[in-house]
């Protein structure tokens, strides 16, 4: 295949938890994909048709005329770009990257001035939902990026998600993260504390959370993390260190724009606390685990 | 109209912002209603057909076998049942007391033995749902009491509410009122956190709550009062003194059952500071106030 402006052969850099369904969800939406990994020994495994592997990020970037980067953190999306790799340097002129990686606003905004010099169109497009949402194809994107660039990549973030909202310009997307991860810290302690009050006080939490969860202390977290809190139990989910970082970015984000969010700011020394104790690697529902211990309900 | 065991008179007392409708609604679900005032010279203005008005509480306890109330504290239900007008002295044996107010625990525990001893039943059934469900007959009814007590109560409680939960002995309903109480103030907070990060990093804050709303940042507080927040305009509602006064309720039960919440005790004393700056009578939504405060956002 030759890229094409119309059905484009898209690039796909980084399998991970997320990445990995929405890699899938590109290919069977009836893109052409190639990916490149970091480390290209284990078996890829990606449960869709069609899938080429680019020895090079060179040889991907002539493959595709649409990259897709779902990494870590900031620091990993600069590396690829603009590292000894360098994906920017060999991205045709009139080439779209979007970026699905949860990173700061300074970053996107980089990217994309970075970028556009090189006549290289760039997305900022995190998204929310969680792998359930990855699997099911059903994520909320949130796209920052000029008007032209963010039409380019509408079809695409379609294969991924069910709804695609373009909040402004590179860096607005991230910012809209930034929200959502601070509006998740407050609910997932709100929730926490509701449910070790119902404990500690004898109900029977699973039948309070029922009654209460149509009325207006009803939330998703409350729906679908308290049962997992009352367990005392955290099956992913989303990662608690991943939403640590999130969290650092948006504080970061908050202090530089003279906001002051005192419940966010807890969550994360609770979540620091939590992840040097090991619990990292659990679902972000965990903070609850901070809110036991702070009431003696150890197990 | 002599008291029915069937289908008795009820008597309703406390008709305030919740009240009112919630006497309205029993009158329209078929019983006849008589209430009692502290201070009966205002206009009754209670819109619903055959509303009598007892000159006493021992007036209405003669007339009624079902007596509800919905004051404003643990203390007021104290004093009309054991004050000096003693509601408790002119019910008949084999009377229901159902106290919707939201006490303490204690105070329904209370009054459960005291007016069992005189062989009168009581429930808790503290409401949630606010006016808009007090008009709409649409309220969460979280019930604490004897089973024969609380099968007596499901018909009148069913005229007020949609969802009649019962959830253990006396005092049962108060404490998940309580865990409801805490719940909405860290979901409050949270979502002024959100609100306010977006205000100040150049958002369209309604976009991003519009956009956010569906995912996992998702509740009732995001979807019914964020644009109260980025309004800074916060109508009636449920005040916002009157949440704090639950949450002491709250806080204290939580103590006493050794939980510690340090977001619910956040939102206490920075409730605390808007009451005494003069926006108790506000909405809940004010919290937004004081994240607003914090950040520079002020009128």
């Known amino acids: 295949m030759t890229p094409s402006r119309s059905r484009p052969r898209v690039g796909f850099i980084g399998l991970g938890a997320m990445g990995r369904p929405m890699a899938a969800n590109v290919a069977r939406g009836g893109y052409e994909l190639t990916v490149w990994r970091r480390d290209p020994s284990p078996p890829l495994a990606l449960d869709a048709p069609g899938v080429a592997e680019a020895a090079s990020l060179a040889e991907l970037a002539a493959a595709c005329a649409v990259v897709v980067l779902c990494v870590s ?10 590292g000894p790799r360098a994906l920017a340097d060999a991205l045709a002129p009139g080439s779209l990257v979007i970026d699905c990686s949860t990173t700061s606003p300074a970053v996107a905004q980089d990217a994309a ?7 290289v169109d760039f ?19 949130l796209v920052g990026g000029a008007a032209a660039a963010v039409r380019a990549a509408e079809p695409v973030l379609a ?4 709804r695609i909202v373009h909040l ?20 997932y302690l709100a929730v926490a504390e509701g ?6 006080t004898g109900l029977d939490p699973s039948a309070v959370v029922d ?5 207006a202390a009803g939330s998703w977290v409350l729906a679908h993390r308290a049962q997992r809190m009352i367990d005392d139990d955290y099956p992913l989910g989303f990662r608690l260190a ?3 970082k999130d969290l650092r970015i948006a504080l970061e984000l908050a202090a530089g724009a003279g906001a002051s969010l005192p419940v966010a700011a807890l969550a994360a020394t609770l979540e620091d606390g939590l992840i040097a104790q090991g619990y990292g690697d659990e679902d972000n529902a965990a903070l609850a685990r901070a809110i036991r211990a702070l009431s003696g309900l150890t197990q």
Chains 1, 2 share one sequence.
Do not use: C, Y
């Not at 953190?73 to 603009?82: E, K, R, Y």
């Open 168 to 187: 402004g310009p590179a860096g607005a997307g991230q910012r809209a993260k930034a929200v959502n991860q601070v509006i998740l810290a407050g609910t």
């Open 73 to 82: 953190d900031g620091p990993d999306v600069l590396d690829v770009l603009f």
């Open 242 to 244: 991943l939403h640590r």
């Open 113 to 119: 001035a970075r970028l556009g010099a090189r006549g």
């Open 159 to 162: 294969t991924m998600g069910s």
């Open 195 to 200: 449910v070790v009050l119902a404990l500690r």
């Open 123 to 141: 997305v900022d497009a995190p998204v929310t939902g969680g792998t359930e949402g990855a699997e099911r194809g059903t994520l909320t994107v």
């Open 211 to 215: 009654a209460l969860g149509t009325g």
